[in-house]
């Protein structure tokens, strides 16, 4: 018996090597997609770049990276260093932005928030990813009580107030964080401390409120991959549910985690920059485009350019993450109509 | 049915009581209590303090203390801000302020966002719809208070045609609650056009046409009614999102709300001011879903009420 259940054969088998045969029927609810409808990886990339709102919206956001990642390796200021005697510059050819009242070039400031809020998408997004495929992976496998259990939890997560809840974390976990860091010996914790603890906190609201909608997503689409013939084929040959759900369900549901995190990324550097804004996101000297906009409040009657300019970039690159997330669902063929924004 | 009802409150009841004990555990999570300032009181004075608002005794027994309070509507005395002010007297002075240009904002976003979104998914595929479609997906990428900074440098700083600061006449209403709902107008106008482009295409609009009933009753008696229902479903998120997007547009117009009370509790560690804001907002997050599921329930006899909400789907 043991041998059997251990035996791992040495041919692989694709989907069409077995005939369907189950042809059973869900409600809409539970299907909102055939799966042989699924194109695949690369014929999906290929109606994208076909798009050209896509094409351009992609062009954009790798210029807007260029400009966050590399600008500040060729700029010859810092965005904590302060020129003395060259406060409250107007753009000129030195400073393409101008300084703003402390003498710190504003241009290597905007690179720097830009890379900080493509960041903080970046890995926000990451998290409610992991957190939501895994949830969503194992309520729908196991389905039943166990699903029923876990979507309820999802449910009442869903219904908490989440700004609420993200401005009070962000305030609660501050001072705690701030000493963390600021003992710690590590490097690596060091380096958080440079980001501030705000940033945490909206990496900690994420990881606790926004996988709800990541989860339900993929969890749909698992219980339609739990009936399929192959994942009967995997228990047949004795696979294990962990080893099911990490070799045959999981990566059949990469379109999905790939939409959802890209309608994710925006969405989370909407929440940054407002927490920011409010004063509650990174903490000086680090700057976000949100924190940008906040500080250059004060001088908009003056230094109306200083607001503009981290708007702009805030808009545009949210503008174009928008664009390609939803023709990215487009390309996938993706039938689920609920959008991310919502959350 | 009612059992759909009964369930869905007794949900909306354990979401606030939840909120209600995360944000007390929280708040004595912070290291450092209200009474701490540059300038530090004697100790005889804090411990005082502390006894006299009950702050000297364990967690537990002051979480305790405060569900009993709250269940007799109590919300205790604000500690610094407004000192010794009941918290129930400010939220019931500065709500009514937000309620407003929320509700104003709500409802010109809901209308507008309604009908720009017929329009554009009867025209599909005209100037019309595609001049819709793009500035709305312009405006679903501009946050609200990037939104109204702008608003704010136009039309008061550079044409000076409203006045910037307070709520004191009509005029002053007009830049607030166009901000507020500028970004929801937008999303529900998206929201309205799929949802309708997808009616306009099913058998029923075309058994209507084939029977020769006038294009208006189509339209609004047949397709409307279909297209509406996802529109108001996400009224509850979006009464929500008009409140915390409040926060930062009261702060950008200088308007007395409710939000700014909120960001001011929590920067001043007004204990029982920040739980007072945040049990409410939370509450009236949570009431506003639950009327919403509700009223979607009644209207759309579709909803599965086994399933439990219909967000899922």
């Known amino acids: 018996m043991n041998k059997i259940l251990t035996f791992q054969p040495d041919i692989t088998f694709n989907k069409e090597d077995f005939v369907k045969i189950n042809n059973k029927d869900f409600s809409e609810n539970e299907c909102f997609e055939d799966n042989s409808k699924i194109p695949k990886f690369s014929h999906a990339l290929h109606i994208l770049f076909k798009n050209k709102a896509a094409a351009v919206s992609i062009c954009i956001i790798l210029i807007i990276a260029l400009f966050a990642f590399l600008g500040p390796l060729i700029s010859k200021y810092t965005y904590f260093e302060q020129l003395r005697g060259f406060e409250n510059l107007s753009p000129s050819f030195f400073h393409p932005f101008g300084t703003d009242g402390l003498g710190r070039d504003i241009m290597v400031r905007a690179m720097y928030a830009t890379r900080i809020s493509i960041l903080i998408g970046v890995v926000s997004s990451v998290i409610v990813l992991v957190i939501g495929t895994i949830y969503g992976a194992v309520s729908g496998y196991f389905a039943g009580a166990v699903d029923n259990v876990m979507m309820r939890v999802a449910d009442l997560v869903y219904s908490i107030p989440d700004v609420i809840v993200v401005i009070l974390l962000s305030i609660v976990l501050k001072q705690p964080l701030y000493e963390l860091f600021n003992n710690s010996q590590s490097a690596f914790l060091k380096n958080f401390a440079l980001l501030g603890p705000g940033v945490i906190a909206i990496f900690a609201a994420f990881a606790l409120l926004y996988w709800v909608t990541n989860a339900r997503i993929i969890r749909g689409h698992v219980l339609v991959l739990r009936e399929q013939d192959y994942i009967t084929a995997a228990k047949a040959l004795g696979c294990g549910r962990a080893r099911i759900i990490r070799k045959h ?25 407002f927490l920011s804004f409010l004063g509650l996101g990174v903490s000086a000297p680090m700057t976000s485009l949100g924190s940008m906009i906040n500080e250059a409040m004060d001088g908009m009657y003056s230094y109306t350019y200083r607001l503009i ?15 390609l997330g939803d023709k990215l669902r487009d390309a996938f063929d993706y039938g689920q109509k609920a959008t991310i924004n919502e959350k | 049915m009612a059992i759909y009802i009964v369930k869905r409150i007794f949900q909306a009841i354990i979401i606030i009581l939840f909120v209600t004990c995360i944000t007390f555990v929280l708040m004595n999570l912070i290291p450092g209590g209200p009474f701490l300032s540059e300038k530090v009181p004697n100790a005889e004075v804090i411990k005082n303090l502390e006894l006299k608002y009950g702050l000297d005794k364990p967690v537990i027994v002051q979480l305790k203390n405060y569900l009993t309070d709250l269940s007799h509507g109590d919300m205790g005395v604000s500690y610094k801000i407004q000192k010794n002010r009941k918290v129930t007297d400010i939220i019931s ?3 009514p302020i937000s309620l407003r240009v929320g509700m104003i904002a709500l409802i010109w976003s809901t209308l507008a966002g309604i009908s720009l979104g017929c329009v554009s998914a009867y025209y599909k595929g005209s100037r019309t ?12 990428a501009v ?6 900074t702008v608003l704010l440098i136009v039309f008061c700083v550079k044409i000076k045609l409203f006045p910037s600061i307070g709520l004191y006449s009509v005029g002053s209403y007009i830049l607030p609650c166009f901000a507020l709902g500028f970004f929801p107008m937008c999303y529900i106008t998206r929201l309205e056009r799929a949802s309708m482009a997808d009616e306009l295409s099913k058998d029923y609009i075309k058994t209507a046409k084939a029977k020769g009933l006038e294009e208006n009753k189509i339209i609004f008696k047949h397709a409307l009614k ?11 998120p979006l009464a929500a999102g008009i409140l915390t997007g409040g926060i930062a547009v009261e702060s950008i117009f200088n308007i007395p709300g409710l939000g700014k009370y909120f960001i001011l509790s929590i920067t001043s560690r007004d204990y029982p001011l920040i739980m007072g804001t945040t049990i409410f907002f939370a509450a009236f997050i949570v009431a506003m879903t639950l009327i919403i599921d509700i009223v979607c329930a009644i209207i759309d006899p579709r909803i599965n009420f086994a399933e439990g909400s219909k967000k899922a789907a």
Not at chain 1, 253 to 259: A, E, K, L, N
């Open chain 1, 309 to 323: 300019i981290p708007c702009v970039i805030l808009c545009v690159l949210i503008l174009c993450l928008n664009v």
């Open chain 2, 226 to 236: 279909n297209a509406i229902i996802p529109v108001l479903s996400y009224l509850g």
């Open chain 2, 93 to 95: 002075e500065t709500f």
């Open chain 2, 129 to 140: 719809d595609r001049i819709v479609n793009f500035l709305t997906s312009l405006g679903t």
């Open chain 1, 249 to 273: 369900i999981i990566p059949n549901c990469t379109s999905q985690m790939i939409v959802t995190t890209c309608l994710m990324i925006p969405s989370a550097i909407f929440l940054e920059s």
């Open chain 2, 143 to 148: 946050p609200s208070f990037v939104f109204a």
